[in-house]
């Protein structure tokens, strides 16, 4: 194979990327290209989470050397394997037997860092030393390589990501078997395909697919990796075949069952007019329907930088669409964390500096560990030490939870507060606008005490730091919802983060990312950590003494509240850490 580095990669990169693109530039050889990237700064300096990405191999691959030996026809092929993302695998295919004809490359991804590592079978037919190996056997005659890959991350096929946990080794298993001219092919392998981050990087890229909540009222994103090649064609096909498993019941689909693109892809004219031609069904939708499905396919198609707008069609007529739908975006909480300070709940200017009381609040109590709000600060909510939940909004403050390891509050869109007792395993506590209590049941949490619980902003996810008997993890769930709003059920949870070794707790800095308080590797400290829900986990630069954290919406808008009360903001500057404000006990943005 002709091994050279690949051209630069269409589209644009994610934010988590920073840290995997340095590497890449050292292994291409054009770090001077990436000069921008930040290097230093902060209080401390910052670690990443994401490994090597290994080298990079897009060029063209090499078909099958005569008399080449069962490693090399293995190793053959997962080179080719990147490159024949774009050409249907049709280099990879000739490594493979006639036997092995019905290998699906689309299963899955694994994303690896390094090289595979590689033998033949001790006792396989013929024996596992290179000379025999070498040798030309007779037709017929099978070998098995095995071996694994430092797996890093992995792919579904319908572009579903999931980091893998640190030191994670995919097993690999090849039968081969000599052909007619005594050849060895490929007969048995497994579904899927493989290959380095730095290949990953050029060849696929992510996609936030977004579907309406529930009540029609904010997109929620659903974020996919799909090929560079057809990026824009499976991002549609992604929005009419509906959202991942566990976020299938927490929003809402508006395509009519049965519609499909009529043909299998979205043409980009050149005034960047993306023509999204569908099938009958999809006249059957009602006008207010066909609103948000344009709404949900122009957010979708104009990530891509040609697109500008989007057109329906069905079977090449336009499909009539009156009025546009205007659901929300990534809800912003607004510019200005609230923070308890000298027993009281007040609104710290980030501009200023200036602190202003909340009227509609009341004196906190002492030893305030954690601080929820909701829109324009009311209600708020703060947790007393770990034991008790107290709202502070209102004419008197009032106790609404105490127990043993009380997570501390979140405040959803609908008003509904939020928390756990690590006393009642497999519930959370719930309650209303009225401080009305609900226990809802969440079978996934029986044996585990969750440390942190954080609603999204568009109110249809939940992300929660639990522990057990598996350790401490990050985990997403969908939240369901009857008509008028009441959390009624969570689906089953998807991990994020696997690279953590330890969480404390979870707040949400945008629609897609995670900020986690918590170590990655061997550190000693916590961290404030990036968790995306569909990417890489990486470290910020490290603040001594974290307590807790807040975030409004984006990186520059990350707090956090050491143990001797003082506040550090990265608003000034989006990348370090300075001090803000001093004798603060917690800190919180609404939502």
Request: net charge negative.
């Amino acid at each position: 194979m002709t091994r050279r580095p690949a051209p630069g990669p269409g589209g644009p990169r994610r934010r988590a990327r920073a840290a995997l693109a340095l590497a890449v530039c050292a292994v291409v050889g054009v770090l001077a290209a990436c000069s921008s990237l930040p290097v230093t700064g902060g209080v401390h300096a910052g670690t990443t989470a994401v490994p090597g990405p290994g080298p990079v191999y897009l060029g063209t691959p090499d078909s099958p050397q005569e008399d080449a030996s069962p490693l090399d026809i293995v190793r053959g092929f997962i080179d080719a394997q990147a490159a024949g993302v774009g050409d249907d695998f049709t280099v990879a295919k000739e490594y493979l037997a006639p036997a092995a004809s019905g290998w699906d490359p689309w299963d899955s991804v694994t994303v690896f860092s390094g090289e595979p590592a590689l033998a033949v079978r001790s006792g396989a037919q013929p024996t596992a030393t290179d000379k025999a190996a070498a040798a030309t056997p007779k037709p017929g005659t099978r070998t098995v390589v095995h071996g694994g890959l430092a797996s890093l991350a992995t792919v579904a096929s319908d572009g579903e990501f999931q980091q893998e946990a640190p030191d994670r080794t995919k097993d690999l298993t090849f039968t081969l078997e000599a052909d007619a001219d005594g050849q060895w092919r490929i007969a048995e392998l497994d579904d899927g395909i493989a290959m380095s981050a730095a290949n990953f990087e050029y060849v696929y890229r992510s996609v936030s697919v977004y579907f309406p909540s529930t009540d029609h009222q904010v997109l929620v994103p659903d974020v996919r990796w799909f090929p560079q090649r057809t990026a824009q064609t499976q991002a549609v096909q992604a929005v009419l075949q509906g959202p991942v498993t566990w976020l299938r019941d927490s929003v809402d689909s508006v395509v009519p069952e049965g519609t499909t693109l009529s043909v299998d892809a979205v043409a980009v004219d050149e005034d960047g007019v993306a023509t999204v031609d569908l099938t009958a069904p999809a006249l059957s939708a009602t006008g207010t329907d066909r609103a948000v499905l344009l709404q949900q396919l122009t957010t979708v198609l104009t990530q891509f930088p040609q697109v500008r707008s989007v057109r329906l069609e069905v079977a090449g007529s336009p499909l009539k669409v009156t009025g546009p739908a205007s659901l929300s975006r990534d809800p912003s909480p607004g510019d200005d964390p609230y923070v308890v300070t000298d027993h009281k709940v007040r609104l710290l200017r980030s501009a200023t500096g200036k602190q202003e009381t909340v009227a509609s609040t009341v004196a906190t109590p002492s030893d305030v560990t954690a601080l929820a709000v909701g829109t324009n600060g009311n209600p708020a909510i703060v947790r007393v030490g770990t034991s008790r939940l107290v709202q502070v909004s209102g004419d008197t403050a009032r106790t609404l939870l105490t127990g043993t390891g009380v997570a501390g509050p979140s405040v959803d869109r609908f008003r509904w507060i939020w928390s756990a007792r690590a006393d009642d395993d497999g519930h959370l506590d719930l309650f209303d606008r009225d401080g009305r209590h609900t226990r809802l049941a969440v079978t996934w949490l029986q044996g585990r005490t969750v440390r942190s619980v954080q609603v999204s902003r568009d109110g249809a996810r939940v992300a929660l730091v639990t522990e057990g008997a598996t350790g401490v993890q990050v985990d997403l769930a969908g939240v369901v919802r009857s008509g008028a709003g009441a959390p009624v059920r969570l689906s089953d949870p998807v991990t994020v983060g696997a690279t953590l070794t330890d969480a404390r707790q979870v707040v949400w800095v945008d629609e897609d990312d995670l900020a986690v308080l918590g170590r990655a590797g061997a550190g000693t400290s916590p961290t404030v950590n990036v968790v995306p829900v569909a990417d890489y986990a990486r470290s910020l630069s490290a603040v001594s003494d974290v307590a807790s954290i807040a975030s409004g919406r984006g990186e520059s808008a990350l707090y956090a509240v050491t143990v001797g009360h003082e506040l550090f903001g990265r608003r000034a500057t989006g990348a370090t850490w300075l001090s803000v404000a001093t004798g603060v006990e917690a800190a919180a943005f609404p939502g």
